[in-house]
């Protein structure tokens, strides 16, 4: 199985810093993803880790650590539409139709304040 | 590129009732596709996988004679919520993944359920 975890809410001021955590404990490990998702619509991807580091794009970044079970999304220059949720996803080990899913967390409900 | 339809977007139907929902992806061929609920404030929930001309992989719990998955061809997979009851009002999502891809999952839109 996979157990997922994410802080449920963050508040953070615009043009600033925010860093979103994930830990996860997971059989088969193959890849982490982060999405976002405003409120009504579906998730959009944002980025996807499978080696340990750091990926860069634009303003959003996110970090993969296998050996701690660990992710996080860092995202810079902070606008008024980011305020959004974000999720971590983690995909799985093959599954019957040959396939592998993805085990999302609870999502982190981001705040962005004037 | 990479556009995954749903039809309805939203839809109210009366319980006991079934509804159908539809997932298309409009620019690429999909052997697999996801389908996933999601209650309010809550995170997505994986229902099912479903590849191309065989039958759905449902995750525990859900139902296979409740929720029906026919994914019948390359581009088109349909969730079919049967008897509906007012706790299966939720978000469903589908998403689909390009035919030979490696990683990449695209999400429809959403179709938001509605039991009275």
């Known amino acids: 199985g996979q157990n997922i975890d994410q802080p449920t809410e963050m508040t953070a001021t615009e043009g600033a810093i925010v860093q979103i955590n994930c830990t996860y404990q997971t059989s088969g490990f193959n890849g982490l993803f982060w999405y976002q998702q405003h409120a009504g619509e579906a998730p959009t991807f944002l980025s996807y880790n499978v080696l340990d580091g750091l990926e860069e794009k634009g303003r959003f970044s996110s970090f993969l650590s296998r050996s701690k079970g660990y992710s996080y999304l860092l995202l810079k220059e902070l606008q008024m539409k980011d305020s959004a949720s974000y999720l971590c996803a983690v995909r799985g080990p093959l599954m019957d139709t040959g396939r592998r899913a993805l085990t999302f967390g609870s999502g982190t409900r981001l705040q962005v304040q004037p | 590129g990479a556009v995954v339809s749903q039809h309805p977007s939203w839809v109210i139907c009366k319980s006991g009732t079934s509804v159908k929902i539809e997932c298309r992806s409009l620019d690429f061929q999909a052997t697999t596709m996801f389908w996933y609920r999601q209650f309010p404030k809550q995170s997505l929930m994986l229902m099912a996988t479903s590849n191309e001309g065989s039958k759905a992989t449902y995750e525990q719990g859900v139902e296979k004679d409740k929720f029906l998955i026919n994914h019948a061809s390359l581009t088109l997979s349909t969730l079919t919520v049967t008897s509906a009851h007012p706790e299966d009002s939720s978000f469903y999502i589908c998403?689909?993944?390009?035919?030979?891809?490696?990683?990449?999952?695209?999400f429809g839109p959403g179709t938001r359920l509605t039991v009275t």
């Open positions: 998403s689909a993944r390009p035919t030979g891809g490696a990683y990449e999952q695209y």
